[in-house]
């Protein structure tokens, strides 16, 4: 018999994604737009560095100081900030590094504040670690992000806040200045601030800014997943201020030994591909622009603004209550598959679909035509 520790809510993307590959399977047409990664693979470059690596470096147990260096230079480049390498904890994506840092910094029965709609994960890990995960309500009217007067109304305050900017789903971000405020707010209220920056890097018009720009005691996670277009080879890192890298080495060898060997080989000449890397931020810039386009006139206009990362969130309440039913429909329909927001909010979710436009132009064009001709059909009938 399993215990309520087993009752782990579904991960509806990964649902969709299922019935999606059935029906590629049978031999039909499927375009993913359900899943949160990147259509592109690894840059060339890096791929055959991967290659070398695989014929000629050891692959056991390691930790690549050179790759440490290179992503606190990130920070230079990014944000001017000069973290030394030895803060740079490398993990099994950014899912790794949530798992550690949870671990580091709260006491089983913790409170920790999150936004709703948010990354499923982060409520779950909590969950799984002992934690209390507090939902914040964040609506259109605060582009779905907490705002710095939220945190200063919770009573008693909680012991962490975990911010996502840009935020999946919604794709918005936090201004300067809102994250400013949040950091003074959590500052004050001895409040821990674990920020999650796995976007960074794929933003339309605006620049993403860190945390620790702000608050040097946050801890940051990222992700080799998104910009770099590495998912599968699972690496991600977490920045640390300086009395916290002690802890978090310890729990990362108890938990996962070492990073994946082959993966870092490859991040490092990732990180100097950016011609090719700007190139896909450029193929999301135009897809997002065309969905907007499209979604506008299809009478999907209620929609976060889409900042950066490369989602847009759509309120479909005028269409349906139920919006994973109405996900399952299309894919049945069309081939497109699309997520539902009960992944994101399990309140007003069944109102909110989630579409990533991380595919290639002529998919969106074809997905937007299908998408169309359906809503079309269903109107008529
Ligand atoms: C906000 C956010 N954080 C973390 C992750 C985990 O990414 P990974 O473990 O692939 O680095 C994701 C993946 O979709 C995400 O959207």
């Known amino acids: 018999m399993s215990g309520a520790r087993a009752r782990v809510e579904p991960f509806y993307a990964v649902e969709i994604n299922r019935l999606a590959n059935e029906r590629s399977r049978r031999g039909l047409p499927v375009i993913h737009m359900e899943v949160g990664q990147p259509s592109a693979g690894a840059p060339r470059a890096a791929i055959e560095a991967g ?96 705002t710095a007067a939220m945190i200063a109304a919770l009573d008693p305050p909680p012991a962490g806040l975990i911010l996502t900017s840009p935020s999946n789903p919604t794709g918005t971000m936090l201004e300067r200045g809102e994250l400013d405020a949040l950091a003074a707010v959590c500052k004050a ?39 770099w277009c590495m998912t599968g080879w699972r690496l991600g890192w977490a920045m640390v201020p300086v009395d916290l890298v002690d802890a978090m080495n310890r729990y990362s060898a108890n938990m996962f030994l070492a990073p994946p060997t082959l993966a870092q080989h490859v991040a490092l000449v990732a990180m100097d591909q950016q011609a090719e890397l700007e190139e896909h931020v450029a193929t999301y810039a ?90 079309h059909c269903r109107n008529d009938s």
């Open 51 to 146: 290659h070398l690596a695989l014929a000629g470096a050891e692959q056991g147990y390691w930790e690549s100081s050179a790759l440490k260096e290179r992503i606190a230079a990130l920070y230079g480049e990014r944000y001017r900030l000069r973290p030394g390498p030895a803060q740079v904890i490398l993990s099994m994506g950014a899912s790794g590094a949530l798992l550690l840092v949870l671990a580091v910094l709260f006491e089983p029965g913790s409170r920790v504040a999150l936004p709703r709609p948010g990354y499923p994960a982060h409520r779950n890990v909590l969950r799984a670690l002992g934690l209390v995960p507090q939902e914040l309500d964040c609506g259109p009217e605060t582009r779905f992000q907490p």
């Open 189 to 227: 209220r001895g409040i821990r601030i674990i920020s999650d920056e796995t976007y960074h890097g794929i933003t339309f018009g605006r620049r993403a800014h860190s945390m620790h720009e702000f608050e040097p005691d946050a801890v940051v996670i990222n992700s080799f997943s998104k910009y």
């Open 286 to 375: 135009k897809n997002r622009e065309l969905l907007v386009a499209a979604l506008q006139g299809l009478g999907i206009t209620r929609r976060a603004p889409a900042d950066g990362a490369f989602y847009i969130y759509a309120d479909i309440s005028h269409l349906t209550g139920d919006s994973l039913a109405w996900c399952r429909q299309l894919l049945d329909a069309t081939g497109v598959a699309l997520n539902t927001g009960r992944d994101f909010d399990s309140i007003h979710g069944g109102d909110f679909i989630r579409v990533s436009f991380a595919v290639s132009t002529p998919e969106i064009l074809q997905a937007i035509d299908l998408l169309g001709g359906w809503l």
